[in-house]
């Protein structure tokens, strides 16, 4: 019996490019997503809706989701952290555009970090996004949850797995479209990786999906979705040629690599439906435009 495909959620438009110290023109960040269509993405996450003083590099959410191509086979996510982020997300669609098709909440599993990223605590987070969930339900929006920090926090170290299961399972009484855990400071290990993904699936049942959203800071990501897609997971995050960090996470790195997940699962025998030499040639192109070579293994051997 064959294995079971996968689907890739590109993150690259804004997770890829949220830590880039350099502005990214509304135009350039057209063009790449306009290349990840190209090499076969079809859901993406191509915004944020946050302060432009926090994080400056999405300062132009609106003109990039304005300016999308109208495409009926590809899913447009914006990340929210709180309920007007839901509420700029629906006014993408205002006056009958396309706009956002699904909208990402965020709860972070560390009190700490959770302070620091969105200004509440764990406790704070599952109201807020409970209520986020329910508002963009009442509202005809799709929506999804990461809980991030997931395998561990800057600030705090070890996350127990038993608080990420108790976070998950007060979320999926909101019934979200999918829960995904998120390696955030890149800390995690496959045998982590299978434990904790192995619980959620558990927990959920098959009643909602999961995925996986790692970063590669100690060159375990690759192997941890390998791990995780052992454990039951089919949906994973990655960024073209591996970029990407968080702001407000000392010394976080890139996610894996659109590249390298492609490249992993290919020679696995696990579809992804991308085209792995046209992202290949897309990571070269975008590298001329940042002026450096791109994290990404399998392009650095291309």
């Known amino acids: 019996m064959g294995l079971e495909s996968i689907e890739l959620v590109e993150v690259g438009p804004r997770d890829g490019l949220q830590n880039e110290p350099e502005t990214i023109t509304t135009a350039i960040k057209l063009a790449l997503i306009d290349r990840m269509i190209g090499y076969g993405a079809r859901r993406l996450?191509?915004?944020?809706?946050?302060?432009?003083?926090?994080?400056?590099?999405?300062?132009?959410?609106?003109?990039?989701?304005?300016?999308?191509?109208d495409r009926s086979d590809c899913t447009y996510i914006g990340l929210v952290l709180n309920k007007r982020g839901v509420m700029r997300a629906l006014a993408t669609r205002d006056g009958g555009a396309r706009g956002i098709d699904q909208v990402g909440c965020v709860i972070v599993a560390s009190d700490t970090f959770g302070q620091k990223n969105q200004g509440q605590t764990i406790a704070e987070g599952l109201a807020e996004t409970r209520a986020m969930l329910r508002f963009a339900r009442a509202e005809g929006m799709r929506a999804q949850v990461t809980i991030s920090a997931a395998f561990g926090c800057p600030f705090e170290g070890e996350v127990k797995h038993d608080t990420v299961i108790a976070i998950a399972e007060e979320l999926a009484i909101e019934a979200p479209e999918e829960i995904a855990l998120a390696d955030t400071i890149g800390v995690g290990t496959p045998s982590?990786?299978?434990?904790?993904?192995?619980?959620?699936?558990?927990?959920?049942?098959?009643?909602?999906?999961?995925?996986?959203?790692?970063?590669?800071?100690?060159?375990?990501?690759?192997?941890?979705?390998?791990?995780?897609?052992?454990?039951?997971?089919?949906?994973?995050?990655?960024?073209?040629?591996?970029?990407?960090?968080?702001?407000?996470?000392?010394?976080?790195t890139?996610?894996?690599?659109?590249?390298?997940?492609?490249?992993?699962?290919?020679?696995?025998?696990?579809?992804?439906?991308?085209?792995?030499?046209?992202?290949?040639?897309?990571?070269?192109?975008?590298?001329?435009?940042?002026?450096?070579?791109?994290?990404?293994?399998?392009?650095?051997?291309a």
């Open 192 to 252: 982590e990786a299978s434990e904790l993904f192995g619980r959620l699936g558990a927990l959920l049942a098959g009643s909602i999906p999961m995925r996986a959203h790692f970063h590669n800071t100690r060159g375990t990501g690759v192997a941890n979705a390998w791990a995780a897609y052992g454990a039951g997971v089919r949906v994973f995050d990655a960024s073209l040629g591996g970029l990407g960090g968080c702001p407000f996470a000392p010394r976080a």
């Open 45 to 69: 996450e191509v915004a944020s809706f946050v302060h432009p003083a926090r994080v400056p590099q999405m300062a132009d959410a609106e003109a990039v989701i304005t300016a999308l191509p």
């Open 254 to 301: 890139g996610n894996i690599a659109t590249e390298d997940l492609v490249y992993m699962m290919a020679r696995s025998g696990v579809d992804t439906g991308i085209d792995l030499d046209a992202a290949i040639a897309a990571n070269k192109w975008f590298a001329g435009k940042l002026g450096r070579e791109l994290p990404s293994a399998v392009a650095r051997a």
